[in-house]
């Protein structure tokens, strides 16, 4: 099994900024994806960013140029460095990484508990 830790969320004005991290343990075999995913309040979750083992990256259009997806292979961790934060940013933001375990034959996709980013003044 994999576990994730999700941080770093909170309140923040707009304008503001806010860093994401999640950290993976557990039997990990290798992790071929990691990534966020958020959801507001009468929406359906969205990708935001992610990141693959090869290094290539995905965003949202909504938060190209205002946020960055990076990870530390060595510590299994995913960041997701917020700026220029707007009001419509607001949502749960949940942690998103494709593995596989020692052992397992197969990938699996695995969530974090989630975290609550809110932008208002």
């Known amino acids: 099994q994999v576990q994730l830790v999700e941080s770093g969320g909170g309140l923040v004005q707009p304008g503001g900024s806010l860093r994401l991290s999640c950290a993976a343990s557990?039997?990990?075999?290798?992790?071929?994806?990691m990534g966020w995913y958020r959801q507001a309040p009468g929406k359906q979750r969205e990708l935001v960013a992610n990141m693959v083992n090869t290094g290539d990256t995905n965003y949202a259009d909504s938060v190209k140029g205002r946020f960055t997806i990076s990870r530390d292979n060595a510590k299994n961790t995913v960041y997701l460095q917020m700026n220029t934060l707007k009001p419509e940013d607001t949502a749960v933001y949940y942690c998103?990484?494709?593995?596989?375990?020692?052992?397992?034959?197969?990938?699996?996709?695995?969530w974090g508990q989630g975290t609550q980013v809110t932008v208002s003044s």
């Open positions: 557990g039997s990990i075999f290798r992790i071929y994806v």
């Open positions: 998103n990484v494709i593995a596989r375990t020692v052992g397992g034959t197969s990938t699996t996709n695995y």
